[in-house]
């Protein structure tokens, strides 16, 4: 979840440096306790003494949680019950069988087929003449071809592949040079295509997303493919995944980059399988004006990450489907809503930036008597339980997924096991994978970076389809054939979208 873990960085860096999965997820649930402690923060001065903590009881609780008499009335009690999810209702792995003798290009194009270039080639020589119709013509132009296309698209990809910051540095002298490549194309016309590339030429009368018109038939196409070509396992994870740069750019960028990334207009959530790492969907929120009013706002308001998370699982319902989500989508009345559907949840709770509505207050605030590590207390509304854990702070978890009778352990390899439900181990194992998957997730990451939204969604969404490639490649008998690191299976990718040989930089 990139509210977990992405505005504390070190949780990335601190589930790349352990060797352990166990310790992976000790650390990644760690670095969100520690998020999640009052203490950590000033928004209520007034509260507690010198560490913060014994202030929690006097406060009233976040907005919308009940008070003790309310909880009762509403059903909420410690006597605990075991609660079991039924099996899961669908099969899971890649939909088609694959040959051995499939090249990179072969799964790419499970996700970019031909058809999809071609329209890429109509539209973009569409807008071609349009745009010289109304400015002039362009003496250096020439109407694009399908094999020009994917060369393009191959010099872009490059990009993630060589770690290049600019594309056009191919052409240039300096250290990421690449003359096998660059004599595919050149420089000018590179730039002649990419002045005119488009994926939809004019907006449509009617029926078009105000923001998305240019990129949408695209995002439509990538999800249909998502969802014929894999079926996820039953545990699935909702969050906002790496689409700036890859972790270690991130934390070392300077201030004036990270205002930068902040200026962007969008933003981007995923259904995610965490067994594979394989994004079953995607969903892009446009920022809708350009005042006070941003991303950042945004990201605070319940009810726009209540809508993310049922765009996201609106083809899951009566799966028995596990979802993992963040702070920011969990609350009661989702999840309520979800189990009607036959889904099931667990998720980090925050008193600040989660929807509390409806949660007893006495499980959002700290008590005056210190807790002690592995401590918990769990309350249940029928099959909801409302967990709160301490581990060097306190975490609060939402589930009906996971029995609250049942215990479960954080294993560390220093200072040993850590009791804790079993929801918590959970999530902490889940939240690790997906950091994982994030790290190298990365490895695809198009540094290209056009100033138009559209594009901007249009290279993020390529570079999720490569991601998606490489895994169903790791699945299949091409990859017993020949066993293709990521990095191996981009430089191949790129070497046969451009119809070359060996397309290493030139060093």
């Known amino acids: 979840m990139a509210e977990c873990g992405r505005k504390a960085l070190s949780l990335l860096e601190a589930a790349r440096s352990r060797t352990s999965g166990d310790s992976d997820s000790d650390n990644c649930i760690a670095e969100v306790g520690e998020e999640e402690n009052p203490q950590h923060h000033h928004h209520h001065p007034k509260r507690g003494g010198k560490d913060g903590a014994g202030g929690g009881n006097s406060g009233a609780g ?21 609660v079991t999810v039924p099996p899961y209702n669908d099969t899971h792995g890649p939909a088609q069988k694959m040959p ?12 970019v087929p031909d058809n999809c270039i071609q329209n890429m080639v ?12 109304r400015f002039g013509s362009d003496e250096g132009w020439r109407p694009v071809t399908a094999q020009e296309m994917n060369a393009f698209l191959g010099f872009v990809i490059s990009t993630s592949v060589h770690r290049c910051e600019s594309v056009l540095s191919i052409w240039s002298s300096g250290f990421f040079s690449n003359r096998s490549i ?25 029926g078009s997303n105000q923001g998305l018109y240019k990129i949408q038939p695209f995002l439509d196409l990538l999800q249909q493919s998502f969802s014929c070509t ?17 972790p270690v750019f991130i934390t070392t960028c300077t201030e004036r980059e990270l205002r930068k990334r902040k200026k962007r207009k969008f933003s981007l959530w995923v259904r995610q399988c965490t067994s594979t790492g394989f994004i079953c969907q995607i969903y892009v929120h446009l920022k809708e004006n350009q005042g006070a009013d941003g991303l950042a706002t945004l990201k605070n308001k319940p009810q726009l990450h209540s809508l993310v ?23 009661l009345s989702l999840f309520s809503e979800f189990s009607k559907q036959d889904i099931y949840c667990c998720g980090l709770l925050s008193t600040r930036k989660s929807d509390c509505t409806g949660l007893p207050q006495s499980m959002l605030v700290c008590g005056s008597t210190p807790a002690q590590r592995g401590q918990s207390r769990v309350m249940m509304k029928g099959t909801m339980s409302l967990i709160s854990w301490y581990n060097k702070g306190h975490f609060r978890f939402l589930t009906n997924a996971y029995s609250p009778t049942k215990q479960g352990m954080i294993i560390k390899r220093k200072s040993g096991d850590i009791p804790c ?3 918590v181990e959970a999530f902490a194992a889940h939240l690790s994978y997906i950091c994982k998957y994030d790290d190298k997730y990365s490895k695809y990451f198009i540094f290209h970076k056009p100033n138009k939204t559209w594009q901007q969604v249009f290279w993020l969404s390529i570079s999720i389809a490569i991601n998606n490639a490489y895994i169903l490649y790791k699945m299949s008998d091409a990859y017993a054939a020949k066993r293709y690191s990521r990095a191996q299976f981009g430089e191949r990718l790129v070497r046969e979208l ?10």
């Open 62 to 82: 976040p907005p919308g949680c009940l008070s003790h008499t309310q909880a009762e009335e509403e059903g909420w009690t410690e006597t605990l019950q075991d």
């Open 100 to 111: 051995a003798t499939a090249t990179a290009l072969d799964f790419f194009q499970l996700f």
């Open 122 to 133: 109509t539209q973009t020589n569409m807008y071609a003449k349009k745009f010289q119709e």
């Open 182 to 206: 660059a004599l595919k194309m050149s420089q000018s016309r590179f730039e002649k295509i990419l002045k005119y590339f488009h994926i939809v030429a004019f907006r449509p009368s009617q």
């Open 230 to 246: 894999f079926r996820p396992s039953q545990t699935q994870v909702l969050h906002e995944p790496l689409i700036d740069e890859d």
């Open 309 to 331: 998370a049922k765009q996201l699982c609106h083809n899951i319902s009566g799966k028995n489907v596990i979802i993992f989500t963040g702070p920011s989508i969990t609350s």
């Open 421 to 423: 439900p079993l929801a």
């Open 498 to 507: 451009l119809d070359v040989g060996d397309c290493s930089p030139t060093q």
